[in-house]
């Protein structure tokens, strides 16, 4: 995997905002954003100890038609000539033209497999795992879960956590930046928040975290599901639970893949402010939950604060469709 040359801990980069600035509170970013140009974000660690396991087999895994999972499998097999199946979610979209995501991943090798919305809400079933492998001519190939969430992803997820708990604070000298250490000893993150998809990042950051360090999840799927998911990944990565960690399930807007003209503007604003390129389906969200937290004084003055940057925004042309190379198996 080093041949990947990931950059690795990612930078921690601070925000320098009066929303949080006048209540107290120190907003930092974890720019786990910038790991990789291809790779970028928890698809990263959640991907590289995958694709260490898999030991070159072909990769099996799931997702919707604008999964950063897929985008992120494909870019992967690409880089380390891989072979990689995407079985996506809706067999309505076979023979239509692919949408820039899903056209992104067949650049980059990947073989799609359209299977209908019944038969891939139970794809983590034994033998209808068995099923789509055989579907797809790949029964030996190493299967990776939709997200990437499994136990080893969950373990991998732990060094963001511990990057967190060993990095210093800091203090700005001279107006160029903080640079210099106040105190080795002090963490320079109280609270580290990240956006929820599957649970995985948030299980082994929680887990990775010191003491006296707390995780916050912000779900952006509705169903209030994601902690019971959490638990359970902690439970088969570690035995149990591990860390201080919640959930504040208010922030998802009606589900995944929802967006709204107020979350458009809150992440047009915050770009604005601070040259930051937002993604809207998880990032927007976690730091506009942020936001509304510290002017509710959920973090008391004085909290450090970081911000997972998970990763950036997909660009996509107005019309941009590409046909072709699909596999529509059902």
């Not at 959930?247 to 107020?262: C, V, W």
Request: aromatic content about 6%; some cysteine.
């Amino acid at each position: 995997m080093s041949t990947l040359h990931p950059r690795l801990p990612s930078p921690l980069h601070p925000v320098d905002d009066p929303r949080w600035t006048a209540r107290g509170v120190r907003l930092v970013l974890k720019r786990d954003d910038l790991i990789h140009p291809d790779i970028g974000g928890n698809k990263w660690r959640k991907l590289a100890p995958n694709l260490a396991a898999a030991q070159g087999r072909a990769l099996v895994t799931f997702g919707g038609a604008y999964s950063n999972h897929l985008r992120a499998t494909a870019a992967a097999g690409r880089l380390l000539g891989v072979p990689t199946i995407g079985v996506v979610r809706g067999d309505e979209l076979a023979g239509r033209p692919l949408n820039p995501s899903l056209a992104r991943c067949v650049a980059d090798g990947m073989r799609l497999c359209f299977v209908d919305r019944s038969t891939y809400r139970r794809k983590n079933e034994p033998e209808v795992l068995a099923g789509l492998l055989r579907r797809v001519g790949a029964e030996d190939a190493y299967a990776v879960p939709e997200g990437g969430s499994n136990i080893l992803a969950v373990r991998g997820c732990t060094a963001l956590g511990a990057e967190l708990r060993d990095a210093v604070d800091t203090v700005d000298t001279d107006g160029s930046g903080p640079t210099a250490p106040t105190d080795p000893t002090v963490p320079a993150v109280d609270v580290a928040a990240v956006a929820v998809g599957t649970g995985g990042t948030l299980a082994g950051l929680a887990a990775g975290l010191g003491p006296g360090q707390r995780a916050l999840g912000v779900p952006v799927v509705a169903g209030g599901f994601l902690g019971e998911e959490i638990r359970a990944l902690q439970q088969a990565a570690f035995g149990g639970r591990r860390g201080d960690w919640w959930l504040d399930d208010r922030f998802h807007g009606g589900g995944y893949g929802r967006t709204d003209p107020a979350l458009d503007a809150f992440a047009d604003d915050f770009e604005q402010r601070h040259g930051l390129p937002v993604e809207r389906l998880y990032v927007a969200k976690m730091l506009k939950a942020l936001l509304t937290l510290t002017e509710e004084g959920a973090f008391a003055p004085g909290t450090r604060l970081a911000a997972v940057i998970t990763g950036r925004p997909f660009p996509t042309a107005a019309g941009e469709t590409v046909t072709g190379q699909a596999d529509s198996s059902r």
